[in-house]
């Protein structure tokens, strides 16, 4: 094992490291449909984007032409302080499979925010500062996003307000007292803060929160108040090319030692990761350069690419925001309370729903014990706990590689290990304790989520 | 600063990473002081040792003159999944201190376990495989050790019985569940499982534990098991020895770019750390090769090199283990609440406290305040949220700093991050809301505890 030439992780030098974002629209010959104003069925313009984003993240939004956009050296800097994460050859696990496959996968979650959110953060972050706004809102759920966000801003010392759901706010004290750290405030959502707050307040005095609340809140804070915008974590366009850094970065480690991987793999929630990740590998595969087959893989409590419809939908399930073409399960589609917080969201970044509507990708659903089952063998011979999201990625890539050991072929398969699993520790006691179930929504539940779509025409 | 020809994290490739620990006590004019048979007063043999722990560490821990020990291959793979730790030049904290000193650090907390705890053992864990055990046993007060413990022993397949004290089982169920993860089996000290523990039981019903008790049903669980033996964490020759990998890869990545540090700083508990992290360049300063200023950092409520006495005592406060000569406050000595759980021991390591004694080193102490608002002022530039034991180094280390400020003093600065502070949020929490006091132990509590020393003929 240790006469192998292949390092056990492969590390970039700073001059090594990617200098711009590659912009997968580029290269795509069907661009993903643009965002839609809710009210006038028109595609959203930059003017009425800008009223809730910052200036230069909208023209990001909207650019399905330019390929690179050079990294700010501000923000490649901050980059320098986490990046390069780790190429890791998982040489362990493939003694322990005994699969003659050849395993990588990119760790994303060796900074205090534990994933990679964090590198959509600081750009956003950047882009407010530099615009000379005085600070940025925005919601979280589990906390991940409103962690790395709090970081970006305290670098920059920037304001950073947080609307957390309340039953988080809560159940995860730990998380709200990283942002804290950080210098972010933390609002338990919903709120008396905001209009939209004291309004579902008054009809469901005891509620606990909603990730689509939070979203409303936030938005309605950044609007209200003169220097303030609104960033969002996932989904987004702009967000996609900010990640695209992991993909850039797995690319030059693999290419130095000439590996090309066979099968790339990646958990699927809103996109971020996924997209990220495959983006120069799929610009390649765009341009007819090369082959690789890429699996998007997604929980079977949420199964939008698998069971949900290609069309128009609201990114919220408050309704507040812009109508995105994408595979959803209906904005009011509820799943079930599974641990990979990070995988509930009913649709899809609109730039993957195009490629797979195209036939460039496949998708798979995996079952939630499972997954934890994988967490905790890959745990054990690779050191790293993954959080339950990563684990999804785990999960395929262990079974793609037990596949190569029945038939004796030596794939090399890529995945994305996200995050580490901190604060999931819940979770894998539920696990431990074989309280955990499976939840598969039924064709009922989705049938009825997809009946409340909103009805939009299309050219 | 991005022109600047160090990079902001040193990584070191797979064939520069150490390949031997460097025993210290090889280049000591005044080697350290035995451990000595509670009973007899005479120096522990072998033989006594080798009834609690493995052959090779007792090895490891009566030889004085061997300087280089091979890291056995199974080790060395291990230690590439999640080395080399990086060395990171704190160009972040440095502008925002306005300092002309240069800061490098040592970030171990890149694990699972959070810490540098890991180096040793997985060296512990593969001694006791090698040796043919079935498994081995341990206390954990905080968790780190008992994590740490259980990520090597799960990577190889040994049995790992952890007595975690009782409170912490019941407060920190996460750290709990984190050993679980790696097939540990968990007990909350004091137990039913072994004589001690029913004894305390019956004498104290409703008794939290402590970790002199947990120690004492681990020693008592190892010895009663047939193929089991005792393993810990710190304070002992052999720990330092394993942790001799922190310092050795510090020292070639310095020397990498032709860096010679003037002021070496850690933080200081039972010394597994600033003793790992000291000492390739306390052998040159002892072989009058280099000198270099040593800074041990200890906190204001357990200061056992600055107010405690060189001399023989107990290393548990349930004085089963070998009596050990070193800086000590009394193994009787309670030290108050403070949150940096893995500094609040009564000694410290005897190789160290020679040194110290023969003047080769420097001790200090901070204030818990401080220490937290240091820690938050580090990573709010620097993104790593640190541990609140490595922050004590922090503290000291910005205050060289801004000393240098002062004076104008180019000194180059390098202090060990020993782990990251995610299971410490509660910590955080106290602190930011105010709640947090600092604690100064009386000259009486001393003395009362130093009054009840063993008495200890020495020649």
């Known amino acids: 094992m240790s006469e192998n030439k292949i390092p056990y992780k492969i590390y970039l030098s700073e001059d090594e490291m990617p200098t711009a974002w590659y912009n997968l629209r580029a290269d795509m010959k069907n661009k993903p449909a643009p965002l839609l104003n809710p009210g006038t069925g028109q595609p959203m313009t930059a003017q009425e984007l800008e009223g809730v984003f910052c200036t230069e993240l909208v023209r990001q939004e909207l650019d399905n032409d330019t390929a690179y956009f050079q990294i700010p050296q501000e923000i490649r800097d901050f980059y320098k302080m986490y990046r390069p994460s780790p190429l890791v050859r998982a040489y362990c696990l493939e003694q322990k499979l005994g699969t003659p496959a050849k395993i990588y996968y990119k760790f994303e979650g060796n900074n205090t925010s534990g994933s990679h959110k964090l590198n959509s953060a600081i750009a956003q972050a950047y ?64 709120s008396e803060t905001t209009n939209v707050g004291k309004k579902i307040l008054a009809q469901f005095p005891g509620t606990t929160g909603s990730l689509g609340c939070a979203i ?129 969201f009913h649709g899809m970044s609109s730039i993957l729903s195009q490629l797979y509507a195209d036939g460039y990708m496949e998708a798979i659903t995996v079952k939630q014990t499972e997954v934890f089952a994988a967490a905790e063998e890959f745990a054990r011979v690779e050191g790293i706990l993954p959080a ?55 064709d009922e539940d989705i049938a009825k989520s997809l009946a409340r779509l909103p009805v939009v025409k299309e050219d």
């Open 127 to 190: 882009y407010a500062k530099a615009q000379g706004l005085k600070g940025v809102t925005t919601e979280t759920g589990a906390g991940q996003w409103g962690t790395a966000l709090s970081m970006a801003c305290g670098y920059l010392g920037l304001d950073c307000r947080v609307f957390m759901v309340k039953c988080s706010y809560e159940q995860k004290p730990f998380r709200r007292e990283v942002m804290r750290v950080y210098g972010s405030s933390v609002t338990p959502s919903p």
């Open 388 to 442: 339950p999201e990563s684990s999804h990625a785990i999960k395929a890539a262990m079974d793609e590689a037990l596949r190569c050991k029945e038939t004796g072929e030596e794939k090399t398969i890529l995945f994305g290990l996200t995050g580490t699993g901190y604060f999931d520790l819940v979770a894998y006691e539920r696990f431990h304790n074989g309280e955990m179930k499976n939840n598969s929504p039924t």
């Open 216 to 344: 409303s809140e936030a938005v309605e804070t950044a609007v209200a108040n003169p220097g303030y915008r609104y960033v969002l974590g996932s989904v987004l366009n702009q967000v996609l090319l900010h990640q695209s850094v992991i993909g850039l970065e797995s690319k030059i480690a693999l290419d130095k030692y000439g590996v090309k991987p066979d099968i790339i793999i990646g958990c699927a929630g809103g996109g971020s990761n996924l997209g990220g990740l495959i983006a120069p590998f799929m610009g390649q595969k765009l341009r007819g350069e090369a082959d690789y087959r890429f699996i998007a893989v997604e929980p079977e409590s949420c199964p939008s690419f698998t069971r949900g419809r290609y069309a128009y939908d609201f990114c919220d399930t408050g309704m507040v925001c812009p109508l995105a073409k994408m595979y959803t399960l209906g904005s009011s589609f509820m799943p079930a309370a599974d641990h990979a917080g990070g995988l509930r």
